[in-house]
């Protein structure tokens, strides 16, 4: 039965809109940027991890935020203004696009998740599917004729693009984004015995909370300093409950979450990702979160994060046994939790780092335009 269900995922998959870029496009501004506009719901996380910093590089031009939650676009001026859509359109902004497609140098779309796939996936729940066909599928049957720029979050997810000739854009959050809190490590009390493991999930990771939570009950049976908690909506919940020493925490927004990690640190974070089709496309951008709250992170093996790190990164197969091994001997370590915690904050900035090139055919220093 489940060979026949993904058959027929991956059969609707196949004729879901996909983002393409229109005739004659390039893969360049149409003319000189004067101003870059982006359309999203902002503020989130994928504005935050892979434009924010980015567009404020050297040679990059001006630019402005319009989030799409409003009724009406915003007044803003389209002469010589490169649109990127960040994941999402609404209707008014398409509008918006259209009627000004003349005086536009060009528009863009960033995708960061393999959107298809989670569509027809068997994670997501039904409002979450449909608001991604409304708000991110859907679209595309008007804003294709106008797209000239696709980026992608990941190699893998540009070759899903490989119609659109996407573009790779891995993250690069801004410092300010993970490094907000007080720089020192040590400077936190890591020595007061109870040790919290967390587990941060968003609402298609319902497969990963099955795998940990046998993992977790054994470690706080095991290691009574340990306590957990896990971000977890109203389905996956459910396979929390009954669990002594876990709170549950329902996802929150955004700005919320960026705030949650001012007064606290966690130990240990925990970022399983099953084998499967949607994940293989997913970007590292759960090791920002790791950072911000200094803990020791705990990876899956796999295209996201990578294999075996001789650096020091905790990158495993998804096997039950080895992560209760891994997360035991974390708990009674502090001195490994602090190197391992330090290997993550060191990849995030190098992926910080990353920004100071901006977008590079945007800026005005290196933007090559369609020839006359």
Not at 112 to 137: E, M, N, Q, S
Not at 259 to 278: F, G
Not at 347 to 356: F, G, I, P, R, S
């Amino acid at each position: 039965m489940s060979s026949v269900r993904e058959r027929l995922a991956r059969w609707i998959e196949q004729r879901l809109p996909k983002p393409r870029l229109r005739d004659g496009a390039s893969g360049r501004p149409r003319r000189p940027v004067k101003r870059i506009i982006v359309f999203g719901r902002i503020p989130n996380p994928t504005f935050d991890y892979y434009l924010a910093a980015r567009l404020e590089a050297p040679d990059m031009p001006p630019y402005e935020v319009a989030d799409i939650r409003s009724r009406e676009t915003p007044t803003l001026d389209p002469d010589g203004a490169f649109v990127i859509i960040c994941r999402y359109a609404s209707p008014s902004v398409l509008r918006w696009i259209e009627s000004n497609m003349q005086r536009l140098s060009g528009v863009g779309l960033f995708v960061d998740d393999d959107i298809p796939a989670v569509v027809t996936g068997k994670d997501a729940d039904f409002l979450y599917r449909l608001f991604l066909w409304y708000r991110a599928l859907w679209p595309l049957r008007r804003l294709n004729r106008q797209l000239d720029i696709v980026w992608a979050s990941t190699q893998h997810l540009a070759s899903r693009l490989a119609e659109a000739k996407a573009l790779v854009l891995p993250p690069a959050p801004p410092k300010a984004l993970w490094s907000n809190v007080r720089e020192d490590a040590a400077a936190y009390d890591r020595t007061k015995g109870e040790v919290l493991i967390a587990y941060h999930a968003t609402g298609v990771h319902l497969e990963e909370h099955r795998f940990l939570r046998p993992i977790i009950a054994e470690v706080l049976r095991e290691r009574p300093q340990a306590r957990f908690e896990v971000f977890a909506d109203r389905r996956a919940s459910a396979i929390w409950q009954g669990l002594n020493r876990v709170q549950i925490r329902e996802p929150m927004p955004w700005i919320e979450y960026l705030a949650d990690a001012n007064d606290r640190t966690i130990d240990i974070m925990l970022v399983p990702l099953a084998p499967s089709h949607v994940n293989d496309s997913r970007a590292p951008t759960k090791r920002i979160d790791v950072a911000r709250y200094k803990a020791a992170g705990v990876y899956s093996e796999g295209l996201a994060y990578g294999f075996a790190d001789e650096h020091g990164e905790l990158r495993l197969p998804y096997c039950a046994d080895l992560w209760y091994r891994v997360i035991a001997q974390l708990v009674d370590d502090l001195y490994t939790r602090g190197k391992v915690a330090l290997v993550s904050r060191n990849a995030v900035l190098h992926m910080t780092a990353a920004a100071d090139t901006g977008l590079q055919v945007l800026s005005q220093g290196k933007a090559r335009l369609l020839p006359p």
